[in-house]
């Protein structure tokens, strides 16, 4: 699915905007890609330029909302197919995501691109083929193009969350040359398409799976001892598991993660907020 190249505004571009033009200004200087690129838009009075395309004046936009040109309007980057699915945006440019109002990732901090770098850092991605299991808006895929990597296989389960990355520029694009072809990109459930993976094909794993109560089945047993099939003998993996708080979950999921990768034949310690691994 090609990747969106128009103007992406928030409530607080789009009132930059139009205070612009109701300044008498006949430009303005800001960024429409969430803080990627900074650019010129031209104003006229009643409608704007950007990237040689003409707009309307946006009317009402929503807070805590990224809103995209849909041909028609400036729509909300949301979409209800079971779940609400949504784009939101952050402080640091790139933007989080959320499922029925459950944040996906972490903004309070630090942007979710650092964050994710700093797990990337875990596995050594460099000249490395990484299997990056669950994968989201891509930030962990991005930081390993970033870092090196040799090759990436990028899963992810939800169409809708697919949809969301060909409207975040932060997401990488699988067919943007600047990738060299190096970012493979699958709409699948890695818990069933971890079986097409071949033996010791693999040299690093990030796993970022929904939270237990979700997605199970990617806490398994069963599903461990798969990974240690596809990783090679020395293999770094970071799996990402939360902070759920012991007291009022009754488990200690960390632990119990820890506790299975060591039998699926792990060397685990936690990490950050996860548990890092090294294949035996």
Not at 94 to 118: C, H, N, V, W
Not at 143 to 150: I, K, N, S
Not at 162 to 189: C, F, I, K, V, Y
Request: aromatic content about 8%; some cysteine.
């Amino acid at each position: 699915m090609p990747h969106y190249s128009g103007p992406l505004l928030t409530r607080d571009v789009g009132q930059a905007l139009l205070a612009a033009r109701d300044g008498g200004m006949g430009a303005w200087t800001g960024s429409l890609d969430l803080g990627r690129s900074s650019g010129e838009a031209l104003l006229e009075a009643d409608t704007w330029q950007w990237r040689g395309e003409l707009y309307p004046y946006p009317g009402k936009l929503k807070d805590r909302t990224i809103h995209y040109w849909d041909g028609d309007e400036f729509a909300p980057i949301s979409r209800y197919s079971g779940s609400l699915i949504k784009l939101v945006p952050s402080e640091w440019g790139a933007p989080t995501f959320e499922i029925d109002g459950i944040k996906m990732l972490p903004t309070s901090k630090e942007s979710p691109l650092q964050d994710a770098r700093r797990k990337v850092a875990l596995v050594e991605p460099r000249g490395k083929m990484v299997l990056d299991t669950c994968g989201g808006l891509g930030y962990f895929a991005a930081c390993c193009l970033e870092a090196g990597a040799a090759r990436i296989r990028s899963f992810e389960k939800n169409a809708d969350v697919l949809w969301l990355r060909t409207l975040n520029p932060w997401s990488p694009d699988p067919e943007d040359p600047e990738s060299g072809g190096r970012l493979q990109l699958a709409h699948a459930d890695i818990s069933q398409a971890i079986a097409q993976v071949s033996d010791a094909s693999v040299d690093a794993v990030l796993h970022d799976p929904p939270r237990f109560g979700i997605a199970g089945e990617l806490y398994s047993q069963v599903f461990y001892d798969q990974l240690a099939r596809v990783l090679r003998k020395g293999g770094r993996l970071f799996h990402y598991t939360g902070s759920p708080n012991r007291l009022t979950s009754g488990r200690d999921v960390p632990r119990e993660v820890a506790r299975r990768l060591e039998r699926a034949g792990f060397k685990a310690q936690s990490a950050l907020d996860g548990v890092a691994a090294m294949r035996r």
